[in-house]
């Protein structure tokens, strides 16, 4: 299955809380999962990724959570700030790894409220 | 720095016309990308190209067409306009992947109104 499933579609967080946002595939062959954020007015710029062999990477106030055996992936936004109000994707690389394709999820407008 | 451009950031269209839409990157990169994005799927890839004149279909390649005469221009084209067409399309590019995973750069988007 060359999915992405992502979820949820929308999310509301009260500044300083968490965000949380969940992928999920079926494709084993997969072996990178970036997620991308999107600003209103943007293209979608690479935020974070991880590899399968890592269970879990962590970059500031984000960090990708990773379960190889559920196929399921997420992004955590700890200390979320009106500044991380955007869309966020993820993706996955389908082979053949050359091509530099990826498949994205849906989705995910985040709003936090001041 | 990184940059792709998109010729135009919107368009209004009538249905039936022929609609073109180019990105150049300046970063030499052999991979580039058109995609829609629509609210609630996502990014979904149309075309993709690995060289000049080289092409290959995506996931939703119906009614679309593309062109990469340059490395650094690719042109998605629409032969003929019509309304479910109405989206924003975005143009991304990589360089030649050699076992690495590599960041897809995206243009800044044509949001495209077809009447």
């Known amino acids: 299955q060359q999915q992405v499933k992502q979820s949820p579609q929308s999310l509301i967080v009260q500044k300083g809380g968490i965000s949380i946002i969940n992928c999920a595939y079926e494709?084993?062959?997969?072996?990178?999962f970036p997620w991308y954020q999107q600003f209103p007015g943007k293209g979608p710029a690479l935020l974070i990724a991880i590899r399968p062999d890592v269970s879990e990477k962590k970059e500031g106030r984000f960090t990708i959570s990773f379960n190889k055996s559920a196929k399921q992936f997420s992004l955590h936004i700890m200390d979320s700030q009106p500044g991380d109000s955007a869309t966020y994707f993820c993706a996955a690389n389908p082979p053949p790894r050359n091509t530099g394709k990826l498949i994205f999820g849906q989705g995910t407008t985040l709003q936090v409220k001041p | 720095d990184v940059k792709v451009t998109q010729s135009s950031r919107y368009l209004v269209k009538r249905t039936g016309e022929k609609v073109f839409l180019e990105c150049v990157q300046d970063?030499?990169?052999?991979?580039m990308f058109w995609y829609r994005q629509d609210p609630g799927l996502g990014l979904r890839l149309i075309y993709f190209s690995y060289d000049v004149k080289m092409k290959e279909k995506g996931d939703i390649p119906e009614g679309y067409s593309v062109s990469r005469e340059k490395k650094e221009r690719f042109s998605l084209i629409l032969e003929s306009a019509s309304t479910n067409q109405t989206s924003m399309y975005l143009c991304a590019s990589t360089p030649l992947v050699q076992g690495l995973r590599e960041t897809q750069y995206f243009g800044p988007g044509t949001r495209l109104l077809v009447l």
């Open positions: 970063m030499d990169h052999e991979n």
């Open positions: 494709n084993t062959a997969f072996d990178y």
